[in-house]
């Protein structure tokens, strides 16, 4: 009987404890009326940082397996202009890695090929003609993006000039 009042009290005093605990937390994110200060009525999206940050060359493509639907961002040289939204990039001279191709909702006109680039994406292992159609919401030319059909690619969500690879 002694041991179950014991329990009986040590749990009442936890959730006490609880209680109090919760209520600091939910003062602490009320705004102060003297300051109005408090989180913001809309705080901004947050984007995840990539997990490839790097050239491009064979240690990115060693590893696109496991980037599929990530975040990454490469650089490299723009190996050729494919159609108004996408491009092909390619390693750096001396690196084994075939080119990649880029697809872009943005302006590429400016695009030159050998023009370092750095890319901002989602990396996707396989392209899938009809999809990325879909996904963007239009159609492609088959004749332009067939021989790409189930190769990687990186659907960019930034394209920029690469200074520093001039420096």
Known sequence: MVHQDATRAARTGLMVLAGAVLAGVLVGCAPDPQSGSGPPASAPATVAPPVFDGPFGPDFTERMDSLEGQTVKVSGRVDAVVDPTAFTIRAEEGQPTEPLLVIYDGDLADLEPGQP?????????????????????????DNVFGPWDHEPYIKASEVEADVRANE
């Open 117 to 141: 680039i750095r890319v901002s994406g989602i990396a996707h292992t396989v392209f899938d003609l009809p999809f990325v159609e879909q996904d963007l919401g239009r159609e492609l030319d």
